[in-house]
């Protein structure tokens, strides 16, 4: 069973519209959770972390369940610009600092 | 700060040849990380750094060897390259703590004919 599950979509949305994605995780001694986003054929960039209290930064807002084991992230009001992949990432420390990374959850938001 | 940089951007090698991938990150940071990234496969751990003079394997090492002799520097070796290695290769660097995430390099397009 992969560490982290997610829908590879693509979610094609129309600009202004709401969508989200969740993920799921496996292991549940998981310590961090963020969101990336990543841009075709550039690198991964930190879109948010994600708190058990949930939190917000403008159009986004990501959740976390740690009993149900899944993250979810919420956009609104999409612009053509969030059009990219966005990925599910989990930390936990082990003897090093490792992150496990989803696959991916591509949106495309069309005019 | 020019965070975490990669070279080449890109190379093409033909089955055999050897090349090494240069990562190098002006944060400080403890950690450093090569992933490769292939489609529908997500980002794999090839190697990862605890600290300077440190390395060891994730979790698809075989055909790559790594060395961290300095800080702010991690190098991926290929020694003799194989079309299954044609892939994007990204580096990432972290602190140490659980809650710290990371940053990644813009990344390298290898090709092995």
């Known amino acids: 069973r992969k560490e982290v599950e997610q829908d590879p979509g693509p979610f094609n949305v129309p600009e202004g519209a709401t969508v989200a994605f969740n993920c799921t995780y496996s292991?549940?001694?998981?310590?961090?959770f963020f969101w990336y986003r990543q841009d075709c054929r550039k690198e991964p960039k930190l879109l948010m972390s994600?708190?058990?209290s949930g939190n917000e930064d403008g159009r986004f807002t990501a959740q976390l369940n740690r009993a149900s084991q899944y993250i979810s992230l919420l956009i609104r009001d999409s612009k053509l610009s969030d059009s990219a992949t966005y990925l599910c990432?989990?930390?936990?420390?082990?003897?090093?600092?490792?992150?496990?990374f989803g696959s991916g959850t591509k949106l495309n938001v069309k005019p | 700060n020019a965070g975490v940089t990669q070279t080449p951007k890109f190379r093409v090698l033909k089955t055999g040849q050897s090349m090494t991938l240069l990562c190098a990150q002006d944060?400080?940071?403890?950690?450093m990380y090569w992933y490769r990234q292939d489609p529908g496969m997500g980002l794999r751990l090839i190697h990862y750094?605890?600290?300077?003079?440190?390395?060891a394997k994730g979790e698809v090492p075989d055909g790559y060897n790594v060395s961290r002799l300095k800080k702010q520097n991690f190098l991926l070796g290929l020694e003799s390259a194989a079309p299954s290695q044609t892939s994007v290769y990204f580096c990432?660097?972290?602190?140490?703590?659980?809650?710290?995430?990371?940053?990644f390099g813009p990344g390298t397009r290898l090709t092995v004919l």
């Open positions: 990432a660097s972290s602190y140490w703590g659980a809650t710290d995430t990371q940053y």
């Open positions: 292991n549940s001694a998981s310590q961090s």
């Open positions: 994600v708190y058990s």
């Open positions: 990432v989990v930390n936990r420390v082990t003897n090093f600092n490792k992150f496990y």
């Open positions: 944060m400080n940071h403890e950690y």
């Open positions: 750094s605890v600290g300077e003079g440190t390395t």
